[in-house]
Nanobody
Framework: QVQLAESGGGLVQPGQSLRLSCAAS????????MGWYRQAPGKQRELVAA??????NYGDFVQGRFTISRDIAKNTLYLQMNSLKPEDTAVYYC??????????WGQGTQVTVSS
């Protein structure tokens, strides 16, 4: 069983930054792709960003504010979020897709953007 442990969420003011981390219990190379999703109250879960060995893609709302990356040596996925807006408030989930396909999810980390 794969474990994904998110960290880095919190309360920030509009315009500030946060970096989310997702530590995987096995090599990130074992996954077809990894990504970040978010879910706000009363809304569906949506893709924030995803990364494979050759590409990245982002939700339309990101508009250049976020960057997804991974550290192979640390088996860790990151999401650098800049210029945060109140509408970015949500629970952010780490996702990893393995061949099968098999989907793994972290427990989520709360991001709140408020003045």
């Amino acid at each position: 069983q794969v474990q994904l442990a998110e960290s880095g969420g919190g309360l920030v003011q509009p315009g500030q930054s946060l970096r989310l981390s997702c530590a995987a219990s096995r090599s990130v190379f074992s996954f077809v792709n990894m990504g970040w999703y978010r879910q706000a109250p009363g809304k569906q879960r949506e893709l924030v960003a995803a990364i494979t060995s050759t590409s990245t893609n982002y939700g339309d709302f990101v508009q250049g504010r976020f960057t997804i990356s991974r550290d192979i040596a640390k088996n860790t996925l990151y999401l650098q979020m800049n210029s945060l807006k109140p509408e970015d408030t949500a629970v952010y989930y780490c996702n990893a897709k393995a061949p099968g396909p098999v989907n793994y999810w972290g427990q989520g980390t709360q991001v709140t953007v408020s003045s």
